[in-house]
């Protein structure tokens, strides 16, 4: 069971939401679709799903051409942020719906119902309808409703945002051993590339209408095949310098000069871009060959354990991650520390040089 996209676009007066893509979805994956808001997630799935027609390309089910099958004839299970349900029947009708269309026998219907209602915590609300249970509620009941169908393809377009946060943990783990255990096709939007990281499976990294790299979420991760991608899988997103290969050397934007150590030392000479996570970034030198920057503090941001602070370095915006709580004064210098081993090299042209020391180790 595949779902393959050959050359798929799409056109809206004019304008190009999604570029030609080229993708392929296995039997029994979870694949996220991991990018900032009007990236193209929910334009790649309406696609999928045969909610839109594209404007090139054609879209295959099962080596099928589908391209312009109707969605109704699909076996195509959608759930969106803004949950949807019918506000005259009760949570358990709400969840049967799908299946009594399909004819399942009434026995069957009850048994996925009670299954799926005990794992969306639903159980006690079976006699309710949607209006008399929270925004939470309602959302797991849409959920609970796509899992009934057994559908073959399933696209969840940022379903947990609603949910509080244990919930939304429990879930991140629990509906991907469904899909994996059913045999689905698992496509799961997101603008968090922490929760891509949770989900697992593969990551599709868009960027205003393009995917920029498809493949295992670790390997996305670790190994970005451009800058786009690199600032897409990191929140906050990636900073960035600007260096120098010399000899043996790599010259950072302060004057610092480190060794050009490993696969470093086999750049050509010339000017690269250095890339590096926020919580790479340091406020003490932990390692001794740690490279120090003079920025200046204009924002910092408590979470409770860590701190977010924002930092100018010659025009330069970065955002750095550090651990615990910390009284600093905005407007100060502040000089803050890199550990090479956690840089990137990108060229001018963005695309991916050299991987970080540690993701290579990883």
């Known amino acids: 069971m595949t779902l393959e996209l050959r050359n798929v676009s799409k056109v809206v ?12 979805l296995e039997k029994g994956t979870m ?4 990018g900032p808001t009007l990236s193209g997630k929910t334009s790649l799935m309406r696609l999928m799903a045969g909610l839109d027609a594209p404007a090139t390309g054609q879209i295959f089910w099962q080596g099928e051409d589908v391209t312009g099958m109707r969605v109704q004839d699909r076996k195509v299970a959608m759930v969106y942020q803004q949950f949807i349900n019918y506000p005259s029947m009760t949570v358990y009708d709400n969840i049967a719906s799908p299946m009594r ?11 996925r119902v009670r299954e799926n209602a005990e794992l969306m915590k639903l159980t006690p609300m079976l006699d309710r309808k949607p209006l008399e249970l929270s925004g939470g509620q309602q959302q797991r009941c849409a959920l609970a409703r796509a899992l009934v169908k057994n559908a073959g393809l399933v696209l969840l377009d940022e379903p947990l945002a609603n949910l509080d946060y244990k919930l939304r943990e429990e879930l991140r783990v629990e509906i991907p051993k469904i899909f994996e255990a059913s045999g689905a096709i698992f496509v799961y939007a997101t603008t968090e590339p922490e929760e891509a990281l949770l989900l697992g499976g593969n990551t599709a990294t868009l960027w205003e209408g393009r995917v920029t790299q498809f493949g295992l979420t670790p390997q996305v991760y670790r190994q970005p095949a451009d800058a786009t991608t ?8 990636m900073n960035f310098v600007q260096i120098n290969k010399t000899g043996s050397s790599l010259s950072f934007g302060d004057g610092q000069t480190v060794p050009a150590s490993g696969k470093l030392s086999e750049l050509p000479d010339g000017r690269y ?3 590096f996570r926020p919580n790479h970034l340091e406020i003490a030198q932990h390692v001794v060959d740690a490279v120090p920057f003079k920025t200046t ?14 930092l100018d370095h010659h025009g330069e915006r970065w955002v750095g991650l550090v651990h615990g709580v910390h009284d600093l004064s905005l407007g100060a210098d502040l000089t803050v520390w890199l550990d090479p081993r956690h840089v990137y090299i990108f060229g001018e042209d963005g695309k991916l040089i050299a991987p970080a020391a540690y993701a290579l180790a990883a």
Do not use: C
């Not at 007066?13 to 392929?24: A, S």
């Not at 694949?31 to 991991?34: A, D, E, R, T, Y």
């Not at 690199?230 to 997103?237: E, H, I, K, T």
């Open 101 to 111: 269309l399909l004819g399942i026998d009434k026995a069957e219907i009850d048994r």
């Open 31 to 34: 694949n996220v679709l991991l």
């Open 273 to 275: 871009s250095a890339g």
């Open 230 to 237: 690199a600032r897409v899988f990191s929140d906050p997103p």
């Open 297 to 310: 503090l204009s924002v910092t941001e408590l979470t409770g354990s860590e701190t977010f602070v924002h």
């Open 13 to 24: 007066e004019g304008q190009t939401h999604i570029y030609p893509t080229d993708l392929t």
